[in-house]
């Protein structure tokens, strides 16, 4: 356990992330009046993703005598991707249920408003069953990636 403890630790600090991120969306109306400029602003959030990967890797290359190799940093972000996308359903849940429980509504009445998506089509794309769904399956491949990308940054063998 005290192996992975590291990427635990890292994987909460990236949902509660998430969290925070979807109520700075809420607080500053992206659920609501300015809903039409969500689908833009909600993509930020990757560079705070980035960063969390970024500070998690560099404190296990740290932790590691400031050294670390692209596959010990990429296998240690694949950890961390994997427990945020067990976390992924909770994280959902709260963002939808309890910090903007209006949202749906929200988004399908705009969508439908502006003719994006017919009443059916909106009410079965933007629903809690479809958003994780949806985001078990983005979380892995952009955690793979993002893994990826971060380890190749923050990898370091020692020069002796």
Do not use: C
């Amino acid at each position: 356990m005290k192996n992975i403890a590291h990427e635990i630790k890292w994987a909460i600090i990236f949902i509660v992330a998430g969290l925070a991120w979807m109520l700075l969306e809420k607080l500053s109306g992206l659920h609501d009046e300015h809903i039409d400029k969500h689908p833009i602003i909600t993509n930020v959030f990757m560079i705070v993703a980035i960063a969390v990967y970024w500070f998690a890797l560099s404190a296990k290359r740290k932790a590691n005598g400031g050294t670390i190799t692209f596959k010990k940093a990429f296998v240690s972000g694949l950890l961390m991707t994997l427990f945020i996308t067990i976390l992924t359903p909770l994280w959902q849940y709260v963002s939808v249920e309890v910090i903007s429980p209006d949202y749906f509504k929200n988004v399908t009445d705009y969508s439908v408003a502006q003719k994006l998506m017919t009443a059916e089509e909106a009410a079965a794309y933007f629903n809690l069953r479809n958003y994780i769904f949806s985001s078990l399956m983005f979380a892995p491949v952009t955690g793979i990636v993002t893994s990826a990308l971060v380890a190749l940054i923050v990898s370091r063998k020692k020069l002796v």
